[in-house]
């Protein structure tokens, strides 16, 4: 069974991926098998190029393909604000919106007393080095709503309250949100924060 | 934003795979560029290996490396009994089972008036010749228990049964199944297939 090793070999590691069992994994290379001229040689090739060139932003933590990423180097973003996100899966949600203009820093987690996670395994420092080096006035905490990610956030006040403002995303009923659908816990929250119409 | 185009571009293939979405695409990717050494190249290597060895087998139809695949030219399989299949996936369906040891033939769909799919698109006429080439004696219908499945079978049944034992796998209540859970047509062909215990 030699001359198939390969291809069952692809389909355990395709298994690893996340979202993806065995089953969608077979499927998955079936697909591809049957269109390995269209779709999988150009998926192998870039996916080549991408193990060989991506690496961590050496200032944010973001994913590019050089020392700096494309939002640290470029100068069409405004300067002075920062948003620290937990993920770099998060920065680009946030970069889908196309909402937010300035410069990003990416913790890559949470701290966790349980999995020994501090402030140094989060780019904490860096953080608060960019506050002098890149003359920033606003931090803006986009963690997510999570126990971990707020505790993080308070952490992160904590050190930097004195030297910079510092602001949270605002909680309250998503965009097509249902009522009778959200935790109560998102309710409260909206109705605390209501607004004049 | 030269520099992520191939990651962005690698989002949308891999998003193409069925059971992958855009979202999980992203966070596949992601997984793999955290990975990149121990996942990411070996998979991409081991992709660009199969696409360039994968081809169907000229006799079967099953996927393998050379012009005939490994069921095809093993001398540990009996011979004498083709089981039909509708699909490369019910093939591995079928051999992780590990009870049957035959040869296959892999239709490569079923027939459709609709789809505008004949006899001559699905190997029908390569079956007819195989009965001949390699003696067999006993043809296994192992088609999908769907309504095109069945009509394939028929078709199938209808050239060959003067020329060969024809059989079909077994209906009736999936082992590990709760009664409450199956639906009306399998308890009846259970019940209808009853047996002395």
Chains 1, 2 share one sequence.
Request: glycine share 8%; aromatic share 2%.
């Amino acid at each position: 069974m030699s001359s198939t090793r390969d291809i069952d070999a692809l389909i355990d590691l395709m298994a690893k991926l996340p979202g993806l069992g065995p089953r969608s994994a077979r499927r998955a290379v079936l697909h591809l098998i049957r269109k390995r001229a269209l779709q999988m040689t150009p998926l192998a090739d870039l996916m080549q190029n991408v193990a060989a060139s991506a690496r961590e932003c050496v200032n944010c933590g973001n994913i590019g393909t050089a020392d700096l990423c494309d939002i640290c180097t470029s100068n069409k973003r405004a300067n002075g604000q920062i948003c620290v996100v937990e993920d770099v899966a998060d920065l680009w949600a946030m970069e889908r919106s196309g909402v937010f203009k300035g410069r990003y820093h990416v913790l890559g987690g949470t701290l966790s007393a349980l999995d020994a996670v501090g402030p140094e395994d989060l780019r904490i420092p860096r953080l608060a080095d960019r506050i002098g080096d890149e003359d920033i006035t606003e931090i803006i905490l986009a963690l997510n709503a999570t126990v971990d990610g707020q505790t993080t956030a308070h952490y992160i006040a904590d050190q930097l309250e004195d030297r910079v403002t510092l602001t949270s995303l605002a909680q309250g009923v998503p965009i097509g949100g249902e009522l009778d659908y959200l935790d109560d816990g998102t309710i409260s929250a909206a109705l605390n924060a209501r607004k004049p119409i």
